[in-house]
């Protein structure tokens, strides 16, 4: 099974603010990588699939990026409602798995 | 709009056992392969279950595999997960989620299960 680790755990910026979030793969998963976005006591949202490309109706301050085992997510102008639980999932290999998650909380 | 909706949770005595259903709308439910993905209290999300479009390939966590089975009715736009032997590391909200290509596109809010004496 594939570990992925995300860093930091935690996460404190202010509002327009650039945010860098990392998840590195315990092995290769090549671009089969997607981040999701979940806000407290709602599910979680794709934002990125295969490491680049974003999800339909995400804004164009999120971006991804990476390949192999070292993956970033970037938020290029924090807005209020970008603070939320941040997941990577990988879809290499049999299972998928997720990273543990980066809390992106308000400084 | 692409939705579906998760029911059959509650509060169940551990080695009780549960079925969860989860309701499609607004897309063809049976072109898709969807997961079922849960998250414990306080904790990350943990992928649960598998089930193709026709039902073809079905996979399981490891950690459920032998109590849980997954299922579909495409004629009715529904999938259901059939838990057994319930334990309290299953305590959870239990997400569908519908299946791009082995990424997550459409979640529901999810479905509380409790396991507990």
């Known amino acids: 099974e594939i570990v992925l680790t995300q860093s930091p755990a935690t996460l404190s910026l202010s509002p327009g603010e650039r945010a860098t979030l990392s998840c590195r793969a315990s092995q290769s998963v090549s671009s089969n990588l997607a981040w999701y976005q979940q806000k407290l006591g709602q599910a979680p949202r794709l934002l990125i699939y295969d490491a680049s490309n974003r999800a339909t109706g995400i804004p164009a301050r999120f971006s991804g990026g990476g390949s192999g085992t070292d993956f970033t997510l970037t938020i290029s102008s924090l807005e209020p409602e970008d603070f939320a639980v941040y997941y990577c999932?990988?879809?290499?290999?049999?299972?998928?798995?997720f990273g543990q998650g980066t809390r992106l909380e308000i400084k | 709009e692409m939705q579906l909706l998760e029911s059959g949770g509650g509060l169940v005595q551990p080695g009780g056992s549960l079925r969860l259903s989860c309701a499609a709308s607004g897309f063809t439910f049976s072109s898709y392969s969807i997961n079922w993905v849960r998250q414990a209290p306080g904790k990350g999300l943990e992928w649960v279950s598998y089930i193709s479009a026709s039902s073809s390939s079905i996979y399981y966590a490891d950690s459920v595999r032998g109590r849980f089975t997954i299922s579909r009715d495409n004629a009715k736009n529904s999938l259901s997960l059939q838990m057994n032997s319930l334990r309290a590391e299953d305590t959870a909200v239990y997400y569908c989620?519908?299946?791009?290509?082995?990424?997550?596109?459409?979640w529901g809010k999810g479905t509380t299960v409790t396991v507990s004496s």
């Open positions: 999932q990988q879809r290499s290999n049999w299972p998928p798995t």
């Open positions: 989620a519908k299946a791009k290509n082995y990424y997550m596109d459409v």
